[in-house]
């Protein structure tokens, strides 16, 4: 049992550590351009072969559109975040009860599903409990809930797409 203990713990060391070493590259360039993921330079996982440039680069970065990224974050940062995950685009809040009305709460995820500044890129889906006989129970949203939401978003994306462009 000693060994598989060991094995276990030198496992998870050995993936912590590249972790932590992939999270400091991120966003770092060399002379030689953006890092690009290829058949040619991908190793164990991606992890282990070297970087050279290939012929159609991206940039390291979020998986998503940045503006309904931000926006999405500003218009829900209200509550508390439960996961964030820019390459999947997928923003979980946890449960959030207004202080003027503790007998209810509510959940919010959202879903960018494209790259580029679109409305159909966004999907918002908003859950709701209420407190009754000392317990939560799951209660119905507005589909108008879902939509204003998502237009919030979409309003503050193109605020921030608007005040870069006029930089």
Not at 15 to 28: F, H, N, Q, R, Y
Not at 123 to 136: E, R
């Amino acid at each position: 049992m000693t060994i598989i203990r060991s094995a276990v713990f030198g496992f998870t060391a050995l993936s912590l550590s590249l972790s932590l070493s992939a999270c400091a590259m991120i966003g770092k360039k060399d002379d030689t351009g953006p890092v690009a993921v290829s058949s040619e330079n991908k190793g164990f996982l991606g992890m282990f072969k070297g970087s050279q440039p290939a012929a159609n680069t991206t940039e390291a970065g979020i998986g998503v559109n940045a503006y309904l990224w931000r926006a999405s974050l500003d218009t829900i940062s209200f509550m508390p975040l439960t996961s964030a995950d820019p390459w999947g685009g997928v923003i979980i809040s946890d449960w959030y009860a207004n202080p003027e009305k503790p007998d209810e709460r509510f959940k919010t995820t959202v879903y960018i599903l494209d790259s580029r500044l679109r409305a159909d890129a966004l999907n918002v889906t908003v859950n709701k409990q209420v407190m009754q006989n000392g317990g939560w129970i799951d209660s119905a949203v507005s589909a108008q809930t879902e939509i204003d939401v998502e237009n919030a978003i979409l309003t503050r994306a193109r605020q921030l797409r608007l005040s870069n462009v006029n930089k």
